[in-house]
């Protein structure tokens, strides 16, 4: 697998926390992603980043937030979580500068099952 | 931006059989097709691509082939096995967006020995 860590791995919170999960790559790609899964629907794009401080929304990204403030981190806010957000998150990275990987392959970090009560 | 479709939800083959799976997409300008088979509790994983340049490609068992002009792909599995049980995900790269893909929501296969 790529060098791609995700913390935390589970988290059970409350309604109206603030939550952050955390991505992390080694291997100095320059695309990060963020996405939800639930049962049904597959794997939705929260938000992605297409380098440092540089950042888009995708299709289900009302509620959060993200940040990027170098290469290797990427972090995922809930300001005020809600039950609807209780899901599956991945974080995924593609493009190595100067490596072997070609530019389209994206990589999965480990998930972080978050529980909002 | 890109809509992807993916049929049947779910799939029950024996041993043996061969296995398909197929997608639809909406945008004409995409241009790369990646597989990922999810395992109960892990992490999705690339197990097979192909670009809008090819037809078909195959990789040992597996095979995937892009019709351009129907905006269809299909993932084909040959002798399945029990390990093959899994979700798999087809997935489309928008001919607008740098690197974003758009999933389509998942075949839960399962092979039965």
């Known amino acids: 697998d790529a060098g791609i860590t995700q913390s935390p791995r589970h988290k059970v919170t409350e309604t109206g926390t603030p939550v952050t999960l955390r991505c992390h790559q080694t291997?100095?790609?320059?695309?990060m992603y963020w996405y939800r899964q639930d049962p049904g629907h597959g794997l939705r794009l929260i938000h992605y980043?297409?380098?440092?401080?540089?950042?888009d929304k995708g299709e289900v990204s009302d509620g959060y937030s993200v940040s990027r403030s170098k290469t290797e981190d990427f972090l995922l806010t809930l300001e005020s979580a809600t039950s609807s957000q209780t899901s599956v998150y991945f974080c995924a990275i593609s493009e190595s500068i100067g490596g072997g990987i070609s530019y389209n392959e994206q990589f999965f970090g480990p998930g972080t099952r978050l529980t909002v009560l | 931006g890109e809509n992807v479709e993916q049929h049947p939800s779910t799939l029950s083959v024996q041993e043996g059989d061969s296995a398909v799976i197929k997608c639809t997409y909406s945008d004409s300008a995409s241009n790369y097709f990646p597989w990922y088979k999810q395992e109960l509790g892990k992490r999705p994983q690339l197990i097979i691509d192909?670009?809008?340049?090819?037809g078909e490609k195959k990789d040992q068992r597996i095979a995937v082939t892009l019709n351009k002009t129907a905006k269809h792909f299909s993932l084909h599995i040959t002798e399945t096995q029990p390990e093959d049980s899994a979700v798999y995900f087809c997935?489309?790269?928008?001919?607008?967006?740098?690197?974003?893909?758009?999933f389509g929501r998942g075949t839960q296969l399962t092979v039965w020995p």
């Open positions: 291997e100095n790609h320059r695309y």
């Open positions: 192909i670009r809008s340049n090819v």
């Open positions: 980043s297409y380098g440092v401080k540089d950042t």
């Open positions: 997935a489309a790269r928008g001919g607008s967006t740098l690197g974003r893909l758009y």
